[in-house]
Antibody, heavy 121, light 103 residues
Framework: EVQLVESGGVVVQPGGSLRLSCAASGFTFDDYAMHWVRQAPGKGLEWVSLISWDGGSTYYADSVKGRFTISRDNSKNSLYLQMNSLRAEDTALYYC??????????????WGKGTTVTVSS | DIQMTQSPSSLSASVGDRVTITCRASQSISSYLNWYQQKPGKAPKLLIYAASSLQSGVPSRFSGSGSGTDFTLTISSLQPEDFATYYCQQKDTFGQGTKLEIK
């Protein structure tokens, strides 16, 4: 079964840091680009970041550029999102999602259930 | 930046109805347009990619069309399980969503 399982979401203070993880199974992880997408409570979807199959190319939404870093470890079938300088507006459910292409076609065909990040004092 | 605008924002319909949701891009995006369905408390699900290609496993009552700036998602005969929120997406930008509710 193709599966993505996110973890690492917690309550963190403004200005704090957090690392999210996403464990992949059921497919050849290093054949595909991967994304992080978030959804604030009661709001729509917001794309956050993309990493190519080999980690050689990364892309970020303007709202997180310079604060978040996406990475992957293909030997562990894992995707990560390092989140620094967190703000209240980063509060959201964070999904990892698999692209259908290795270089990132922005077609997300498999999604995890998400992990919740709350930024609050 | 390209903006994606969906209409309507919400829609009430009955089982068996034909429903159309529209997505407009602020500039031409060729056929780089995807549609997702999201049910409450669940992750989004890819329905249509590249404007008109049906994702594997998605019922054929769902279809997509359009190119350039104007796109549509059509559900030919609404089923009870289709009541959800639908999002269009172009690369790094999602539309604001269309909530489809039971009339």
């Amino acid at each position: 079964e193709v599966q993505l399982v996110e973890s690492g979401g917690v309550v963190v203070q403004p200005g704090g840091s957090l690392r999210l993880s996403c464990a992949a199974s059921g497919f050849t992880f290093d054949d595909y680009a991967m994304h992080w997408v978030r959804q604030a409570p009661g709001k729509g979807l917001e794309w956050v970041s993309l990493i190519s199959w080999d980690g050689g190319s990364t892309y970020y939404a303007d709202s997180v550029k310079g604060r978040f870093t996406i990475s992957r470890d293909n030997s562990k079938n894992s995707l990560y999102l390092q989140m620094n300088s967190l703000r209240a507006e980063d509060t959201a459910l964070y999904y990892c999602a698999k692209d259908i292409r290795p270089d990132g076609g922005y077609y997300m065909d498999v999604w995890g259930k998400g992990t919740t990040v709350t930024v609050s004092s | 930046d390209i903006q994606m605008t969906q209409s309507p924002s919400s829609l009430s319909a009955s089982v068996g109805d034909r429903v159309t949701i529209t997505c407009r891009a602020s500039q031409s995006i060729s056929s780089y347009l995807n549609w997702y369905q999201q049910k409450p408390g669940k992750a989004p699900k890819l329905l249509i990619y590249a404007a008109s290609s049906l994702q594997s496993g998605v019922p054929s009552r769902f279809s997509g069309s359009g190119s350039g700036t104007d796109f549509t998602l059509t559900i030919s005969s609404l089923q009870p399980e289709d009541f959800a929120t639908y999002y269009c997406q172009q690369k790094d930008t999602f539309g604001q969503g269309t909530k489809l509710e039971i009339k």
